[in-house]
């Protein structure tokens, strides 16, 4: 039963990525002329990478968490975020296309590409290409080349391939039990630690008492529903007060 229901969270999951590659389809396969600019400094974090090593999710999303806000352009905390890593050519070098997605939305919140230990960004509303420093974005002044695969997903150490629908299930719970596992659930009745459930996210949308348009999940107790459901909005967090039928923000 926990399989089936990790089978059909991730193909929710995996919906919504699809939509977001054909959302953010121009990046591929195109020529796109940027402005020239001075040059700055590199983008070299502390971590350092190489074209021989292949760097797993949670690798991407501290070399990111590095960068200021400003300078990545990401509105949500990297690490409650779900990437989609793809085998690229940047200027004719190996590269690797990372997609950012906020758990509840369909459409990348960052696109970005990793040529060695340099990171650059795709900004789709300026179709612009940008060098990631400590400092600021630098926009690229030469031509830009962008190959990406299409047909197959970047190895992640070893001989992992990509990742499964029950991997992407697997994470996406991990996500939201690392976000409500920071409130006391006893409040809203709820017996036992967050840990010890699973959740079930779901395309249903409501609105909460606060107007915020949230996305509806399920709470699983060894593969069976349990009487308590949750909501994930833009910033905040939410619970199903079943007395009133309200989703009500946890603090």
Same mark, same amino acid.
């Given at each position: 039963?926990?399989?089936?229901?990790?089978?059909?969270?991730?193909?929710?999951?995996?919906?919504?990525?699809?939509?977001?590659?054909?959302?953010?389809?121009?990046?591929?396969?195109?020529?796109?002329?940027?402005?020239?600019? !001075?040059?700055?400094? &590199?983008? $070299?974090?502390?971590?350092?990478?190489?074209?021989?090593?292949?760097?797993?999710? =949670? =690798?991407?999303?501290?070399?990111?968490?590095?960068?200021?806000?400003?300078?990545?352009?990401?509105?949500?905390?990297?690490?409650?975020?779900?990437?989609? &890593?793809?085998?690229? =050519?940047?200027?004719?070098? $190996?590269?690797?296309?990372?997609?950012?997605?906020?758990?509840?939305?369909?459409?990348?919140?960052?696109? #970005?590409?990793?040529?060695?230990?340099?990171?650059?960004?795709?900004?789709?509303?300026?179709?612009?290409?940008?060098?990631? &420093?400590?400092?600021?974005?630098?926009?690229?002044?030469?031509?830009?080349?962008?190959?990406?695969?299409?047909?197959?997903?970047?190895?992640?150490?070893?001989? =992992?391939?990509?990742?499964?629908?029950?991997?992407?299930?697997? /994470?996406?719970?991990?996500?939201?039990? $690392?976000?409500?596992?920071?409130?006391?659930? $006893?409040?809203?009745?709820?017996?036992?630690?967050?840990? /010890?459930?699973?959740?079930?996210?779901?395309?249903?949308?409501?609105?909460?008492?606060?107007?915020?348009?949230?996305?509806?999940?399920?709470?699983? /107790?060894?593969?069976?529903? &349990?009487? #308590?459901?949750?909501?994930?909005?833009?910033?905040? !967090?939410?619970?199903?007060?079943?007395?009133?039928?309200?989703?009500?923000?946890?603090?």
């Amino acid at each position: 039963m926990k399989r089936i229901l990790l089978v059909a969270l991730a193909m929710v999951l995996i919906v919504s990525l699809a939509a977001c590659k054909d959302n953010s389809s121009d990046v591929d396969n195109t020529t796109t002329q940027a402005p020239t600019s !001075d040059v700055g400094e &590199t983008g $070299s974090s502390e971590v350092s990478t190489t074209a021989e090593k292949v760097l797993d999710n =949670e =690798e991407i999303k501290n070399l990111l968490a590095s960068y200021p806000a400003e300078v990545t352009g990401l509105t949500s905390n990297i690490f409650d975020c779900l990437l989609k &890593t793809t085998p690229a =050519e940047f200027n004719g070098k $190996s590269a690797v296309k990372v997609e950012v997605f906020a758990i509840n939305e369909k459409e990348a919140q960052g696109v #970005f590409f990793i040529v060695g230990d340099v990171f650059y960004k795709y900004d789709k509303a300026q179709n612009k290409y940008f060098k990631l &420093t400590q400092k600021k974005a630098e926009e690229i002044k030469e031509d830009v080349k962008i190959s990406v695969e299409t047909t197959a997903a970047v190895t992640i150490k070893k001989d =992992e391939n990509v990742k499964t629908e029950e991997d992407i299930a697997d /994470e996406n719970n991990n996500v939201l039990i $690392s976000r409500y596992k920071n409130y006391d659930l $006893s409040k809203i009745g709820l017996p036992k630690p967050i840990t /010890e459930y699973e959740f079930q996210v779901t395309g249903k949308r409501a609105v909460a008492t606060d107007g915020e348009t949230v996305f509806i999940v399920y709470l699983l /107790e060894n593969g069976q529903y &349990t009487t #308590f459901t949750f909501a994930v909005g833009a910033e905040k !967090d939410y619970y199903l007060d079943n007395s009133t039928g309200e989703y009500k923000p946890l603090s």
